[in-house]
């Protein structure tokens, strides 16, 4: 039996103190640089900026916002062209600002971007020269090798940044969680609606769209709402392909990427269109959630990722051949608000899976949120999902999400 968290007191962002948040990030940040001998980071990317600085960038290309973060200085913001000049008395806390320079990843030409990515080094190396860090390790994330070789021609060292952001990101802050679980609790308006409006005939166009103006409504910063129905839920087909949903059809309604405070929310529910579920498709959903129950009770402190991932069944199972044919639909993930690259969800350690897990554990800690994940159902026929989000406390596992997962959802019935 899964243990729930205690359920939210109030609607919207409850107990999450903004300032003590980016505080609390930015010395366990600086904790981790420390172990690892790194005095600065180099870091690209609006959500890496954001977990380091609490400064919401929107890049235009690649590599035109980022930040150089200092294990004992001040931090240096470079924004693109107007940010920097719009935005320091917006974002005081960040003392030092920058116009940033941008090569917009090779369009002006081999020549002109190799010149634009010296003069970025150039800048670079000078700032740490200033604070007298330029011969110690510089940790870089987000760009690709050329930029990353033009800092090596004048003497820095550069070393790979991701492992560090990962590994401080993996524990979250009280404050983190909240926003998590608030980000979760928003979901429940999704599934709410979604549940109002199933019925034979209805386009997940249109149901799309519904749900996700009824989460911005309710304060999300932002929703992209999917789901798959009838042929197209088992295995799963990603691409958002517009359907119109039969009397009968199984699948599954994702929540995913539903955000507070830049925190995104991975989230799965079953439903059933016009009709209860078969004894078949019941023992599907039945043996899912019983799967997911072991795996979440596995994630104590002091386990390892391998406990949990023992629970999940060999992708052999389904009829493949290869672990890496389940993978994000068979496994374990942290959530937060680092991501290594744009665009997709915020996955962060640890990860839980048979592909990996069973041979390179990572270890379990409190503080960890994770999302668990699995399906089951037949080839082009339907199938079931469910995925819940987790916190790793000192006395064990509990449930952040408080929508019913007992049973396939029956909507317009």
């Known amino acids: 039996m899964v243990e729930y968290a205690p359920k939210l007191l109030c609607e919207g962002i409850e107990g999450v103190n903004i300032e003590r948040m980016r505080r609390d990030r930015q010395a366990r940040a600086r904790q981790v640089m420390q172990q690892h001998g790194v005095a600065s980071l180099l870091v690209t990317g609006p959500t890496n900026i954001r977990y380091l600085e609490d400064f919401v960038s929107g890049d235009i290309q690649p590599g035109d916002n980022y930040l150089l973060f200092f294990a004992e200085h001040d931090s240096v913001m470079f924004g693109n062209a107007g940010t920097h000049l719009q935005s320091p008395d917006q974002a005081p806390w960040i003392k030092h600002w920058r116009p940033a320079r941008s090569w917009l990843q090779g369009l002006p030409g081999p020549s002109a971007t190799r010149e634009e990515m010296g003069l970025w080094a150039q800048e670079i190396a000078a700032e740490l020269r200033s604070r007298g860090v330029?011969?110690?390790?510089?940790?870089?994330?987000?760009?690709?090798?050329?930029?990353?070789?033009?800092?090596?021609?004048?003497?820095?060292?550069?070393?790979?940044?991701?492992?560090?952001?990962?590994?401080?990101?993996?524990?979250?802050?009280?404050?983190?969680?909240?926003?998590?679980?608030?980000?979760?609790?928003?979901?429940?308006?999704?599934?709410?609606?979604?549940?109002?409006?199933?019925?034979?005939?209805?386009?997940?166009?249109?149901?799309?769209?519904?749900?996700?103006?009824?989460?911005?409504?309710?304060?999300?910063?932002?929703?992209?709402?999917?789901?798959?129905?009838?042929?197209?839920?088992?295995?799963?087909?990603?691409?958002?392909?517009?359907?119109?949903?039969?009397?009968?059809?199984?699948?599954?309604?994702?929540?995913?990427?539903?955000?507070?405070?830049?925190?995104?929310?991975?989230?799965?529910?079953?439903?059933?269109?016009?009709?209860?579920?078969?004894?078949?498709?019941?023992?599907?959903?039945?043996?899912?959630?019983?799967?997911?129950?072991?795996?979440?009770?596995?994630?104590?402190?002091?386990?390892?990722?391998?406990?949990?991932?023992?629970?999940?069944?060999?992708?052999?199972?389904?009829?493949?051949?290869?672990?890496?044919?389940?993978?994000?639909?068979?496994?374990?993930?942290?959530?937060?608000?680092?991501?290594?690259?744009?665009?997709?969800?915020?996955?962060?350690?640890?990860?839980?899976?048979?592909?990996?897990?069973?041979?390179?554990?990572?270890?379990?800690?409190p503080g960890m949120v994770i999302a668990v994940e699995s399906l089951e159902g037949e080839w082009r026929a339907g199938g079931v999902r469910l995925e819940d989000v987790v916190v790793v406390t000192e006395k064990g596992p509990q449930l952040i999400d408080h929508y019913p997962r007992d049973e396939i959802i029956v909507a317009g019935a």
Not at 148 to 155: C, D, F, I, V
Not at 210 to 227: F, K, W, Y
Not at 270 to 289: A, F, H, M, N, Q
Request: net charge positive; with cysteine.
């Open 134 to 365: 330029a011969r110690e390790p510089l940790g870089v994330l987000g760009y690709e090798e050329p930029a990353l070789e033009a800092l090596r021609e004048l003497g820095l060292k550069v070393v790979d940044g991701a492992p560090i952001l990962m590994e401080a990101c993996a524990v979250k802050t009280p404050d983190e969680i909240t926003c998590l679980k608030n980000a979760t609790s928003l979901t429940t308006v999704g599934f709410e609606k979604a549940r109002d409006l199933l019925r034979p005939g209805v386009s997940t166009r249109d149901l799309t769209l519904e749900i996700r103006h009824a989460l911005l409504r309710v304060g999300a910063e932002d929703a992209q709402p999917r789901m798959r129905f009838g042929p197209q839920a088992f295995p799963r087909s990603i691409a958002p392909v517009w359907q119109r949903v039969e009397y009968g059809d199984l699948g599954y309604i994702f929540l995913c990427r539903t955000s507070v405070l830049g925190y995104r929310t991975c989230i799965y529910r079953s439903y059933i269109v016009g009709r209860k579920p078969t004894e078949k498709e019941k023992d599907w959903y039945k043996r899912l959630r019983e799967r997911l129950d072991r795996v979440i009770d596995a994630l104590r402190p002091g386990a390892t990722t391998a406990d949990a991932a023992q629970h999940f069944p060999p992708a052999s199972t389904w009829g493949l051949q290869d672990e890496c044919e389940v993978l994000t639909v068979e496994f374990g993930h942290g959530i937060g608000l680092c991501m290594l690259r744009g665009g997709g969800m915020a996955y962060n350690p640890p990860i839980i899976n048979r592909q990996w897990s069973l041979k390179h554990p990572q270890p379990i800690v």
